[in-house]
């Protein structure tokens, strides 16, 4: 199979799968002694734990951050969720803040979040408008802030799942900064791509989850810059600095750190050899594919990621034709593809609604090769001219 879809999920590294075994442990071995849990005071215990801050330092190190300033979650829906709630209901409480400003282009995980946040709890929720490409303005957000004293949260995604446009997260952070309104950003699909330094990108939480990046599903992490105000919404015990309850799923934390640091280290070569390939899928995408057009920034967009609208044909059906051929790829995000409807981003970067239904994402990662890329760019101008014949998209 060629595998183009790694920004739904990617496969587990040999080597972080290595260095989450011993933390599993076995009842049928007796060489591992590392499986108890962090909180307890016992040997095994305080070796789960020793794991556990080991992969926070290591978390920590790749933001530029504080190992207490790392929140260890369930996933990357979880960090965004958290962030957003966390941080809005505490603000409310802290000064009476009640407005809350992110985009239309958000993941689902915050889109979702601000809405209930303003239907079941009395929040405002302000959408700032995005161009063409799914830019946010610096001079739009600006002006939403005013004054900032009554903004809870402000949200803005990092990098476009569905699209691959990178914001200037540093311009809309020191805007944020200025006016003293707590800034999140949504890294999960920048994380092992993009720069994560915290200070750079003028970020006061930043959510990220480890299965994007060659690590484990199950587990994330949120950022918390220190002195941001924050009401956790998992209560029940004295984890994680009794801002998220629960044990702790070691050997995911321990996975989700080792890939991170090896994304980290590999980031500057692999995304350079990735984003050759990319170009390559573009630009001949859009010479052999009648009708095609590349969604997103050409320029300004994640290494990895080529996404486009193709004219008169469905997605399901070229998906469909496409992993027939041995070719994994996807119609936009992983959380809604497999839903008959058009995508919420398509729609709000002013795709023409005859081509809503036509989107298709390849996404790339470490397996992929220019031979792979090479039949791929063969197959999909014949998948979508058969489709085109055999199932015409009705006018």
């Known amino acids: 199979m060629i595998y183009l879809d790694h920004s739904a999920t990617t496969p587990l590294r040999p080597e972080v799968l290595a260095a989450m ?25 305080r070796a789960a734990h020793a794991g556990l801050s080991e992969a926070r330092r290591t ?15 369930g996933c990357g829906s979880e960090s965004d969720n958290a962030a957003l709630r966390g941080i809005a209901l505490a603000r409310r409480t802290q000064c009476g803040a009640n407005r809350i ?3 239309p282009v958000e993941h689902h995980a915050v889109l979702y979040t601000a809405e209930d946040l303003r239907d079941y709890f009395g929040f405002e929720l302000t959408l700032l408008p995005v161009d063409g490409d799914g830019f946010v303005s610096a001079d739009d957000l600006d002006r939403a802030l005013g004054d900032g004293s009554d903004v809870a949260v402000v949200s803005v995604m990092y990098a476009n799942n569905e699209i691959g446009s990178v914001q200037a997260i540093d311009e809309l952070g020191a805007l944020c900064r200025e006016r003293k309104a707590p800034f999140h950003t949504d890294a999960v699909q920048a994380a092992g791509k993009l720069p994560l330094d915290v200070d750079g990108l003028n970020v006061d939480a930043l959510s990220a989850g480890a299965h994007k990046f060659y690590g484990p599903k199950g587990v994330g992490f949120l950022y918390l810059r220190r ?26 934390i321990v996975g989700m750190a080792t890939a991170l640091a090896l994304c980290e280290a590999e980031r500057e070569t ?35 990621h080529a996404s486009f609208t193709v004219r008169d044909v469905e997605a399901e059906g070229i998906l469909i034709a496409l992993d027939l051929a041995g070719i994994a790829a996807s119609s936009g995000s992983a959380c809604t593809s497999a839903r008959q409807r058009p995508s919420h981003v398509l729609e709000a970067v002013g795709v023409p609604a005859e081509e809503l239904a036509g989107g298709l994402r390849l996404s790339l990662g470490l397996s992929n090769d220019a031979d792979q890329i090479d039949l791929l760019l063969e197959k999909l101008p014949q998948i979508v001219d058969r489709h085109r014949q055999i199932s015409p998209v009705p006018l």
Request: proline share 7%.
């Open 21 to 45: 075994e011993p933390y599993y442990g076995s009842t049928d071995r007796k060489d591992s002694s590392q499986y108890g849990n962090p909180s307890s005071i016992h040997r095994a215990g």
């Open 59 to 73: 978390i920590a190190d790749v933001l530029g951050a504080k190992p207490n300033e790392i929140i260890l979650t």
């Open 101 to 103: 400003i992110t985009t």
């Open 227 to 252: 002195g941001t105000p924050f009401h956790p919404f998992l209560t029940g015990g004295s984890h994680e600095g009794r801002r998220r309850a629960g044990t702790q799923n070691v050997p995911g």
């Open 270 to 304: 692999e995304m350079a050899r990735l984003r050759q390939l990319r170009d390559r899928i573009i630009g001949r995408t859009l010479e052999s594919v009648a009708g095609a057009r590349l969604t997103g920034s050409p320029t300004n967009r994640l290494a990895n």
